[in-house]
């Protein structure tokens, strides 16, 4: 339906004239910039690059004028291109890792809950991803060899499994080892050999403290002496009734 029909002068008000003049500026621009993309888009960054500083200012002061306008836009465009959105902040994360690390310190001191709240529930997501990081943090003192890198999605398939590769008992997938005696760790076989992927299993918190750096042979024995001397010690009242 054309805008004659729909505003007909006749009965036209000023504003109402000046919403059609409107109208029909937005559709001849959308058809217009649809139709020039490339070259509107190329003398826009040309623009920019000549006026970079005057452009920064401008962009900084109308986003301080329209904060929380440009804060739900984002949040929606995010929302509608997650994937996107996900490679746009990595890559400006790698490009100013200073300036990255230095807005995350901020953040995590206004609201360290929030921020902690946030690192727990990437640890449950990420349980791979989180476990590898932190036995890499573990190496740089160890200096042993370190592969687990190359492996995230093969480690992943092995903690969600559920269960301790040694023992096979359950193993609780969102807990976190500082108190939770079967929740997820990654254990060297052989301790002098590294944290390399043919070299790991996937085993209860407890189970990987017990067996420390002297390996499953002497928690074992160290099981059987216990086990020797707790029935030992049952026995012992009845011999003597």
């Not at 609780?172 to 997820?184: D, E, F, H, I, Q």
């Not at 403290?209 to 499953?216: K, R, S, V, Y």
Request: charged letters at 35%.
């Amino acid at each position: 339906m054309s805008e004659q029909l729909l505003f007909p002068d006749a009965v036209m008000t000023e504003e109402e004239k000046k919403e059609r003049v409107l109208l029909q500026t937005k559709r001849q621009w959308a058809k217009y910039s649809q139709a020039h993309r490339d070259e509107l888009n190329a003398k826009g960054r040309a623009r920019y690059a000549e006026n970079r500083e005057q452009e920064v200012a401008r962009n900084k002061a109308y986003y301080a004028r329209n904060k929380q306008r440009m804060l739900d836009i984002n949040k929606k465009w995010k929302k509608e291109h997650p994937v996107y959105a996900a490679q746009i902040a990595r890559n400006w994360r790698v490009n100013h890792p200073d300036e990255s690390k230095k807005l995350a310190r901020e953040k995590r001191l206004r609201n360290p809950e929030a921020s902690r709240e946030v690192g727990r529930r990437w640890r449950r997501r990420h349980k791979a991803k989180a476990l590898v990081n932190s036995a890499r943090e573990r190496n740089k003192t160890k200096k042993l060899p370190f592969d687990l890198h190359d492996h995230i999605d093969e480690i992943q398939k092995r903690i969600d499994t559920g269960h301790c590769e040694l023992t096979g008992i359950p193993l609780n997938l969102a807990a976190t080892p500082a108190s939770n005696y079967n929740a997820v760790s990654i254990d060297r076989v052989v301790p002098q050999l590294g944290y390399v992927y043919s070299n790991i299993r996937i085993v209860a918190f407890a189970v990987n403290c017990m067996m420390g750096n002297w390996g499953e042979d002497v928690a074992l024995s160290i099981f059987a002496s216990w086990t020797q001397q707790k029935k030992a010690r049952e026995e012992k009242p009845c011999a003597t009734m």
